[in-house]
């Protein structure tokens, strides 16, 4: 059966109505209210004293400290946000374990000819990572800045690529309450994949991969449990071994990229993010002296800019379109994993893990740091008074150029009063009949030129005589 549709009440009509009046009231309001600042021109002539030139001093201060304390608020955002990266290591432990497999069966009835044990073999997979802490990190490996080789991603791939067996991973000892907001697992990666390398013979699972991804996160809204963990399982059916392949699509703010080998090349990188290409290459370009005199934004392109973008100048601010052929999105780590289902490895209560050791990127304290400097968060109270205070010296201002157009008005009559008020009525008269729509129709039919007649005034023209005719021919 449809749904049916209720019709608002009369009462919901007027609410709405009376909202939607009072959002006009109140833009008609702010339309109509005073935001000029500067003082007319000319008042300072008419003012005795040096308030004027005071007020215009305070002014031009009040702009110059406004453009002082911006440049500096984009400066400390810049720093922050292109400031040296922090590497940690995480740990990653894989581990498997089984049930119901056919050698774990305990007993079976020889008479039946179906030895089945009526349940399906199967197995689950357990993906754990922990992130050292940064005084374990350099006691354990040593690794202290960014400048160190172990952050480029071919020292990540031999992290990933190194495997080690062991037992399941340490119980971490209880922290204090004060670590809740340490980063976890997922909060590295946005995707996580597992591809089976499954033979013709291993056909028990249907499905050959398994994939999660990260749900979009929305601001001043705590994760969702699925996207804020340390550990994630799955579980399968199978009764033999199986290569799998874990796939982890890391995610940064922002996002780095693969660069390609000429970009690389100059920037002496292979990943970097967007910002900081172009920061490098400005950098490049200074170095190199190669803006031109007449137009600072012209770049003339040296050899390696030349080859790089296959062009003798560049317009700088084209560069963000012209190095996206030069980017492309990382490639995810993978990390290799076989999955034991044998007697012989599960023979141990606790079979051991395989652990991988990744050297990734963490969110640098700068940026918390320093939010209360770059977006500080005034009082209620002190900015409804800054904003009584800017209302009230919009109003003296929108005075002070009302009472000068009045001086104005009445130092003109004083010279003349007669002609000043025939030139002030010929005036309300004419904005009269400009308001009422009725200019033009009696005032210019007074003019020299319509009085004066011959073929080279108005009325010998050949507009003038097709307008007779047609009146004529109506007037039949």
Known sequence: MPAVQQTPSQAQLDAVKQAANMAQDAARRRAHKPTEKNIPEGVDELVLGDGVQQYKRLREFERKLDAVMMRKRLDIQDSANHGAKRYKTLHIWISNTVENQPWQARTLETDMFDFNTGVEATYKVKIEGRLLDEDDLDDATGYGSDDEDDENPSSQKSHADSMDQNDEPPQQPAKPATMHTRTRLSHFFKAITVDFDRGKNLQADTSTQIEWKKPLAQANIPLRPEADFDCLEFERKGDENINCTFNFYRDEIPDRYRLSKELGELL????????????????????????????????????????????????????????????????????????RVDPSFHANPNPPATIYALRLPTPSPLPALKAPIVYPTPQASALRQLSLYDDHQALLISALAHSKAKHAFLSEMSRDPVGFVNRWVKSQKRDMEVIIGEAGKGEESMGEEWRRGGKSGVWGTENVRESVGLMVQKAR
């Open 268 to 339: 002496d990188t292979e990943e970097e993010d967007r910002a900081a290409i172009i920061f490098g290459i400005w950098e490049y370009v200074k170095a190199m002296n190669l803006q031109q005199d007449e137009e600072k934004r012209l770049i003339q392109c040296d050899d390696r800019l030349r080859a790089l973008f296959k062009t003798d100048t560049i317009f700088f601010p084209d560069l963000t379109s012209l190095i996206l052929p030069h980017m492309s999105p990382l490639p995810p780590l993978h990390l290799p994993y076989t999955i």
